[in-house]
């Protein structure tokens, strides 16, 4: 059973050009997201912020999906991931509304 | 599968290796770890009583007006240093794997580069010394303009959060080096395969967790 798991995990592994695809993207993501920073109208843009916190959660994404294998890999192992992960997110998120004074207008 | 890695490898009862539970429950912890700094890092963002600052210009005790002190264009650099570093590390996890497959004779030079675990350990290894080399010329850098970890909030925010994660890339990159050593030494084969995925797993942890620092840091004001 173990070696039918492990083989199952391989056989959908992407092609070493899929990888290096993937750094070809991650690398224009990251030259965008420099641009941006050196465009003063875009960082006054108050859409400046969520632009640049949407193209880092997207490269997280794709190195933990496709680097690490979490799209291909056991849910074991997604659930080890993602669990601690979003407490983390929503600790950060805590903090931030009790330091900063941010409000939910209801 | 080999005899030697039978005697090695301890399945759970789910059928994973145990070792690989173990990296991925300890890369949740890290998350957490990396996630209460970055958050300490927030609250105390632009509470500096004294400069230097990261965006904005400031004056220091002779009145000189001074630039923000963050430099984009080296942190870009080492970032994409850092993103190749993974790649160069995905492709020597499976280099490894592709180790008991025969090669195809008509194989063309990425065929054969493909399957050169030592090539891609020893490019990641360089790749993230060379980010460690960045690190320390910013650091020099920021001291000599007059930023340490006493300076000011940022200074003792950004230290600590930079610095843990610079002392994470050095463990990898001794990681790195020793499985680089074992592939000199007697190569490594598709019975190595988890023990060079958690070192891989953890590279490539190191390395969103420079995506986030990157962007939350260096790039939002």
């Not at chain 1, 992960?85 to 939910?104: M, N, P, Q, R």
Request: proline letters at 4%.
């Amino acid at each position: 059973m173990a070696h039918d798991v492990k083989e199952a995990a391989r056989m959908h592994h992407p092609s070493g050009w899929t990888y290096v695809k993937v750094g070809a993207l991650l690398t224009i993501i990251t030259a965008v997201e420099v641009w941006l920073y050196y465009i003063p109208a875009a960082v006054a843009s108050p859409l400046f912020n969520p632009t640049m916190l949407t193209m880092s959660a997207a490269k997280f994404a794709i190195v933990v999906m496709f680097y690490m294998h979490l799209k291909y890999d056991h849910k074991i192992f997604r659930a080890l991931f993602t669990g601690p992960l979003v407490v983390a997110a929503i600790t950060v998120v805590a903090f931030l509304f009790l330091f900063f004074k941010i409000k939910i207008a209801l | 599968m080999s005899s030697h890695a039978v005697a090695h490898t301890h399945y759970t009862t789910t059928g994973l290796d145990n070792r690989k539970v173990a990296i991925w429950a300890f890369i949740g912890s890290e998350c957490m770890l990396f996630a209460s700094l970055i958050a300490t890092y927030l609250i105390y963002k632009g509470r500096s009583l004294v400069g230097p600052f990261p965006h904005t210009e400031w004056v220091n005790e002779a009145g000189q007006t001074l630039p923000a002190i963050l430099d984009i264009p080296v942190t870009s650099a080492s970032t994409f240093v850092l993103l190749m570093s993974s790649l160069a590390m995905v492709l020597a996890l499976q280099a490894v794997q592709l180790k008991d497959t025969p090669l195809p004779a008509d194989a063309n030079w990425w065929g054969r580069i493909q399957r050169s675990s030592k090539t891609w350990l020893l490019v990641t290894a360089m790749l993230g010394t060379t980010f460690l080399g960045f690190q320390a010329y910013e650091f020099t850098a920021f001291v000599n303009e007059g930023l340490t970890i006493r300076t000011n909030l940022f200074g003792s925010s950004f230290f600590t959060l930079t610095g843990f994660h610079g002392a994470h890339v050095t463990v990898g990159v001794l990681w790195l080096m020793s499985l680089l050593f074992i592939d000199m030494k007697r190569g490594l084969g598709p019975a190595d395969e988890v023990s060079v995925d958690i070192a891989a797993l953890y590279w490539h942890f190191v390395d969103v967790v420079w995506i986030a620092i990157f962007t939350l840091i260096y790039l939002i004001e």
